[in-house]
C-alpha cells in the first residue's frame, strides 16, 4: 500500500510540473544554460535551435553555417545581455532577424543587435576575407505593416530608430528562405495580435516561434488599436496547431516558443485555443443578449480560468482583456 502511495505522489509530482520539466529538458537532452549576470538563459531545444528567455520577450535562435538567424530581439534596455547570451552559443555573425510584430519587447534590440551583424549580398564593393560580399547590419525580416508601424508615429508609440528597421518585407500570405540547412517559413497572421503579425516555422527543426500570438501564462494582447481581433488569435492558433505534430503519447512533437514564457508543444496551444474560444462563444452570447460591457464584465466571463491567466495589475489585466475581446466581436 505504501508503495502504491509512493507512486500516486509521484504521478502527482509528474503531473504539477510536468510542463516545467520538459521546458528544461527539450529534445537533444542539453541541459539550460545561464549567461551569467545577466539574467538571459539559453534553452537548447533542438538540433541549431535554441530559445532565449529573460530578454523582454522570448528570442528563437538558430545557427550554422548562414550565420545566426535571430526571431526577434527584446527590449532595447536588454540588448547587450542579449549580445552575451547569444555569445554563449556561437560567436558566428549575426545575418538575419526575423521580427513577429513591431512591440517593444520584440523590436527594441534591433538596433543594437542588427549593428554588430552583416548581410550576405551580391555586390562586391565590400567583401571579407573569403571573398563574401556584405554590407553592415543585420538583415531584418517582417511583414510590411510592421515596418509602417516602426517608420512613423504609431499612435502613442513614436517612431522607432531607423537603425532597427525591417529592410527586407512581405505583404503576401507568406514567405519563404532557406537558412542554415533549412526552410524557415513566415506566415502572416492577420488581424491576430495586430494586423501585421508572424509566425515562423523552422521546418526541419519542428520549431514554430508563435511570437504574441501566444503567452503561456496570461490572456493574449488584442491589440485593437493596430488591427488585432480575438477571432484572428484563434484563427492563428488554428493554423499553428494545424502545423505541429505531437509526439505519440508523449510530451514533445514540435516544439512551439511562445511570446512569452516556457517552451511548449500542440497540447499548450490546443488548451489555450480551447479556453479562448469559449470565452469568445460566451462574450458573443452575451452580446446577442443586449448586454453592455459593464454587464459583461461584472458576468465575468472568464471566471474559470482567472486562476492561470488572469491578472489585475500590469500592462494587460483580464478587465483590459475582456473589453478588448467585447470590442472585437462587437464590430460591425
Known sequence: ???????????????????FSFAQTPANGAPPS???????HVLPVRANVYMLLGTGGNITLQTGTDGLVLVNTGLAEMADQTLSAIRTVSKDPIHFIIN???????VGGNPAISKVGSTITDNNFLSDIA???VMPGAKIISHLRVLDRMSSQDGDRPARPGAGWPSDEYSSKEKKV????EAVVLYHEPAAHTDGDSIVFFRR????????????????VIDLQRGGSIQGIIAGLNHVIELAVPADKQEGGTYIVPGHG???DQADIVEYQTMLTII?????????KGMTLDQVKQAKPTFDYDIHYGQTTGPWTTDMFIEAVYRSLSKK
Open 262 to 264: 516556457r517552451l511548449c
Open 100 to 106: 513577429t510584430d513591431a512591440d517593444p519587447d520584440h
Open 178 to 181: 532557406f537558412l542554415n540547412g
Open 205 to 220: 527543426s519542428d520549431v514554430i516561434s508563435a511570437g504574441h500570438l501566444f503567452d503561456v501564462d496570461r490572456y493574449p
Open 131 to 133: 571573398g563574401s560580399s
Open 280 to 288: 469568445r462563444d460566451r462574450v458573443q452570447d452575451m452580446i446577442g
Open 34 to 40: 545561464d549567461s551569467g549576470a545577466s539574467g538571459v
Open 1 to 19: 500500500m505504501a508503495s502504491r502511495r509512493s507512486e500516486a505522489a509521484s504521478l502527482a509530482i509528474i503531473l504539477l510540473t510536468g510542463a
